[in-house]
């Protein structure tokens, strides 16, 4: 089974992630994760690999931003 992940953050040497369907944070050491990753990406962690998923972050952040502008409309 496929984990999806949220990246909550990076610091230290250590990227911070979030499971999406669980909301269980753990520490994983940045040499683990892809380079690009920063605040917010999405990985899946596949095959003994974290991966990526840069369609699943753009539709997060579209989301966000939606519900952020209709807020402000408020």
């Known amino acids: 089974m496929n984990m999806r992940y949220s990246v909550d953050r990076v610091e230290s040497?250590?990227?911070?992630l979030e499971d999406i369907d669980s909301g269980v944070k753990k520490e994983v050491d940045i040499k683990l994760i892809p380079k690009d990753v920063h605040d917010g990406s999405i990985v899946i962690f596949e095959d003994g690999?974290?991966?990526?998923?840069?369609?699943?972050?753009?539709?997060?952040?579209k989301n966000i931003l939606s519900r952020f502008e209709?807020?402000?409309k408020r």
């Open 13 to 16: 040497g250590i990227a911070v």
């Open 49 to 61: 690999k974290y991966i990526l998923d840069l369609e699943e972050e753009k539709v997060r952040r």
């Open 70 to 72: 209709r807020l402000k």
